[in-house]
């Protein structure tokens, strides 16, 4: 069996119907492949974004961040963390607390001076019904 080829020539020698050269052939519609959706929106050709002003968490300045602050970092001393701050506090003051162990104020279960005594009973107790 021999194998031939048949050239087809170029456009302008082609001969096409009319009925054919007047429909005008659109490409499919794309559909986009299913995945995780953008976190972001990617900003168009020509579109700028506003930018933010840096601000320092330390010196609450604009311009640089805490890494370039040029105004000295405080570290704390024995005297500033002595002195309560004027405003609301984070944890419980010794004053603020209670023992669940004997129901006085100023300690907790693990410092309670009468705790060992009552985990030990408590723990029997639990043993022995």
Known sequence: ??????PIGHMSDW???????????????????????????????????????????????AGHNRQNCLNPLVLPTLDNIC??????????????LKCRVCGERGHNRQTC??????RTEHSIATIIP
Do not use: N, Y
């Open 1 to 6: 069996m021999q194998k031939s080829f048949r």
């Open 15 to 61: 001969q096409i119907p009319d009925e054919i050269s007047l429909l005008v052939v659109h490409p499919p519609e794309w559909m986009s492949q299913a995945r995780r959706p953008c976190k972001i929106r990617k900003p168009s050709r020509g579109e700028f974004r506003s930018r933010k002003a840096k601000t320092c968490s330390l010196c609450k300045q």
């Open 83 to 96: 002195e309560p701050e004027s405003g609301p506090s984070r944890g419980l003051s010794p004053r603020q």
């Open 113 to 118: 001076p009468q705790g060992q005594t009552s």
